[in-house]
């Protein structure tokens, strides 16, 4: 059973801080891994992809994979109240053809 | 550029009436396509997956069902809601590994 564990929060971040999020995730053959953000009754929009252990930087939003120890997290800088949403964690289970396999999400909360 | 459709927006059934969700993608040939079920406080499930026309492969045992009868078109069904089947249903194409949505269908079950 492929598993990707998020804090469900919610996590309360003051206005133009980082915000931190993190994932684990069970599979140890896990190739890529996508954070996804989700506004309150909306679908989800793809933000972010690591395929390589380090950093990848878009933007403000940063993502940092550790493959050694199956953790993958987004940081977001300069937080703005526009990025209060559920922040999902994926990784495809297999080949990729037969979905992903998301997390609960971690909600976030920016404080003005 | 490739867009994906899927209505409605929102639904009200009642228990025991038929489903019959409808997606649709234009811009792209031969997508992977998928269905998924985000209940209530709850993470995003996957329902079925295709490959291509006619192929479906269903992750979830339940009281629902999905057909492709055209390369860009998925529909998720069912001959009779209960109660549990209500949520957000999201249907997504996928490049790769990523996932792109539709906007998604609020289901309740009534």
């Known amino acids: 059973q492929k598993e990707v564990e998020q804090n469900s929060g919610p996590l309360s971040v003051p206005e133009g801080a980082i915000a931190s999020l993190n994932c684990t995730y069970s599979?140890?053959?896990?190739?890529?891994f996508f954070w996804y953000r989700q506004y309150s009754g909306k679908s989800p929009e793809l933000i972010m992809f690591?395929?390589?252990?380090g950093d990848k930087e878009d933007g403000r939003f940063t993502a940092q994979l550790n493959k050694a120890s199956q953790y993958v997290s987004l940081l977001i800088r300069d937080s703005q109240p526009s990025d209060s949403a559920t922040y999902l964690c994926?990784?495809?289970?297999?080949?990729?053809?037969?979905?992903?396999?998301f997390g609960k999400g971690t909600h976030l909360i920016i404080q003005p | 550029s490739q867009t994906i459709h899927q209505w409605p927006a929102t639904l009200v059934q009642p228990v025991g009436s038929p489903l019959s969700l409808e997606c649709t993608v234009e811009g792209t040939s031969n997508p992977n396509l998928y269905w998924y079920r985000q209940a209530a406080g709850r993470g995003l499930q996957l329902l079925f997956y295709?490959?291509?026309?006619?192929?479906i492969s269903s992750e979830v045992p339940q009281n629902l069902s999905a057909s492709r009868p055209q390369d860009r078109q998925f529909i998720l069904s069912s001959k009779k809601l209960l109660l549990s089947d209500s949520g957000f249903y999201l249907c997504?194409?996928?490049?790769?590994?990523?996932?792109?949505f539709g906007q998604g269908t609020r289901l309740t079950v009534v």
């Open positions: 690591i395929y390589s252990n």
């Open positions: 997504a194409w996928a490049v790769n590994t990523e996932a792109f």
């Open positions: 295709s490959v291509g026309i006619g192929q």
């Open positions: 599979d140890r053959g896990s190739q890529s």
């Open positions: 994926a990784v495809p289970p297999g080949g990729g053809a037969d979905g992903l396999t």
